[in-house]
């Protein structure tokens, strides 16, 4: 990694558990790493900007974002 890669990306930390449950759920999908996968799905969420219009997100958006969570290790 170059120096002007490092000044794009930052590290994330989070549990291991979760990292390695991560990894578990895309095997045999095309992600490539655990990284690759909660960065498209964190890229997801923020396109949709339904985080900052919680007050208008409908049943099924919610469910959609809980499903997210749920297979990311948030919630159970």
Do not use: C, H, W
Not at 32 to 60: C, H, P, W
Request: hydrophobic share 35%.
């Amino acid at each position: 990694m170059n120096s002007a890669d490092s000044r794009d990306k930052v590290t994330i930390k989070i549990p291991r558990r979760l990292y390695d449950e991560v990894k578990t759920l895309i095997s045999g999908t095309g992600f490539s790493s655990a990284t690759e996968f909660i960065v498209y799905v964190m890229r997801d969420i923020v396109a949709g900007g339904k985080l900052q219009k919680e007050e208008s997100i409908d049943s099924e958006e919610m469910e959609l974002i809980r499903k997210r969570l749920r297979a990311l290790g948030y919630i159970k």
